[in-house]
Each structure stands twice: as C-alpha cells, then as structure tokens.
T-cell receptor
Framework: DAKTTQPTSMDCAEGRAANLPCNHS???????VYWYRQIHSQGPQYIIH???NNETNEMASLIITEDRKSSTLILPHATLRDTAVYYC???????????FGTGTRLQVTL | KAGVTQTPRYLIKTRGQQVTLSCSPI?????VSWYQQTPGQGLQFLFE???????NKGNFPGRFSGRQFSNSRSEMNVSTLELGDSALYLC????????????????FGPGTRLTVL
C-alpha cells in the first residue's frame, strides 16, 4: 500500500471548516483513499473514502486532486468533539491489514 | 444498526495468565479483523477471519490466537501474558469486497484495554 504524509498537528476554531491535507504521491490506480479518526483511547472511527471523485457524507467531504497524489478531508463546521487524531491511509479495495501512520492531531478550540 | 461491540472493555491480568477477548461484528458483516494498538508500535494487524476461517495473519507469536463462530462473532486469546502485551485490542468488522460493496471498509469497535501487571 502507498505511503501517506500528513502534518503532525493542526488547530481549528469551533464552527470553522477544518481542512486536513494528505499527500499520497505513490498511489496506484486501484488504491482508495480512506480517512479514519481516533478520539483518545477509543476505537478508530471510519469517516469517508474515495477513489477518484470527490465524496461527501454526513460527517465530511473528501477532495481528491485530479492526479490523485493528494487529498483533503474537510469537516465543514468543526466542533470540540471533532478533536482527534485523523489518519489518511491508502489501500486497495481488498486490503484487510490496515496500518495507521502518525496522523494529524486536530485540536478544535473555542 | 448496532456497531461493533467488544467485551470486556477493560481487563487487568498478571504475567503468565491467559485472556480471551470477544468481538461481535455489525449485523451482516462476515469478516472480522483484530489489531493491537500501543503508543510505541501504533496499530498492528493480528489476524482476520472470514466464514470461520483465518484468512490473513500478522507477525505475532503463536501465543496470540483467534477463532470465529458461525454467527461471525469472534474471540481472540492470548496465552502466557507478558508485560508487553499491555495494549488496546481492537476488533473491526467489514463486508468483504464484492458482497455487495467493492471495498473492504472496516468499522472498529471501542476496543479492550488490557493491562498486564
């Protein structure tokens, strides 16, 4: 699976959009971009995934560049409960062995 | 729909003991994967079960074992516990690709926090 690079930490004011970037320059054509988050000491929570097109669900939006070498997770109106470590991973549709990097620690503040 | 459930949530054991952790997947999910998460090593894959068969295995010693039942519930067992086995043990369930979704999105449970003294 391709390697990903994320900033170590980010801050966001409550109510503002949080834009979390991820670089995956070695992504293959059959690999999906997945985002999970983990609130301290809890199980990771699936957020969203995509292959080529931008995706949106009730939690977030995923913007994938046309060359698929990077993506951005957007939380449109961040709340304090969105404070967590966010992991961007790239894997094929059949991969079962998830591996998280260090992720981005998002701190949402008042 | 209920999420992945894991029991117990917290467990304290002493070295040399054994432990069994339980995982109930989301209804309709037939694949269950187990992970160990520690601050130092991050998330590490233990094994995956599908239709009561181990489909994939990570790089852990034989003290770590698992099984899956016909209702897709799964258990993992760790024998002869060591201090280094202290970790958050996570279970994730998914619908394998093609049944009916094309991707193997994994949904995690809350985890079992195991402390070995």
């Amino acid at each position: 699976d391709a390697k990903t690079t994320q900033p170590t930490s980010m801050d966001c004011a409550e109510g503002r959009a949080a834009n979390l970037p991820c670089n995956h320059s070695t992504i293959s054509g059959n690999e999906y971009v997945y985002w999970y988050r983990q609130i301290h000491s809890q199980g990771p929570q699936y957020i969203i995934h995509g292959l080529k097109n931008n995706e949106t669900n009730e939690m977030a939006s995923l913007i994938i560049t046309e060359d698929r070498k990077s993506s951005t997770l957007i939380l449109p109106h961040a709340t304090l409960r969105d404070t967590a470590v966010y992991y961007c991973i790239v894997l094929t549709g059949t991969a079962s062995k998830l591996t998280f990097g260090t992720g981005t620690r998002l701190q949402v503040t008042l | 729909k209920a999420g992945v459930t894991q029991t117990p949530r917290y467990l304290i054991k002493t070295r040399g003991q054994q432990v069994t952790l339980s995982c109930s997947p989301i209804s309709g999910h037939r694949s269950v994967s187990w992970y160990q998460q520690t601050p130092g090593q991050g998330l590490q894959f233990l094994f995956e079960y599908f239709s009561e068969t181990q489909r994939n295995k990570g790089n852990f010693p034989g003290r770590f074992s698992g099984r899956q039942f016909s209702n897709s519930r799964s258990e993992m067992n760790v024998s002869t516990l060591e201090l280094g086995d202290s970790a958050l043990y996570l279970c994730a369930s998914s619908i394998p690709p093609g049944l009916p979704t094309p991707t193997d999105t994994q949904y995690f449970g809350p985890g079992t926090r195991l402390t070995v003294l």
